[in-house]
């Protein structure tokens, strides 16, 4: 089972920080944090050097033609820094 939560508004409607955790629970160790980010949409598009608008932008023009795995996985490669 694998969790997420995250930080809303305050009740002004002021934009708090953003906090993602991510945890499972483990059958015998019980529930276990994987992630604590602060930033996580904005960590991962700076670590790409792109925003996500153009990337979804892309697939959903190509996803038609996309079928397979094999396929899914050669368009990543082929049109993502992978």
Not at 2 to 22: D, E, F, H, W, Y
Not at 52 to 65: A, T
Not at 73 to 80: D, L
């Amino acid at each position: 089972m694998i969790s997420s939560s995250n930080s809303g508004t305050t009740p002004a409607g002021l934009r708090k920080q953003m906090m993602v955790k991510r945890t499972v629970l483990d059958r015998t160790k019980g529930p276990l944090l994987l992630e604590l980010n602060a930033r996580p949409g904005l960590g991962i598009q700076m670590a790409n050097g792109a925003g996500l608008l153009p990337r979804l932008q892309m697939v959903e023009r190509h996803c038609q033609d996309l079928t397979s795995l094999e396929d899914r996985v050669a368009f990543v490669y082929e049109n993502f820094k992978c």
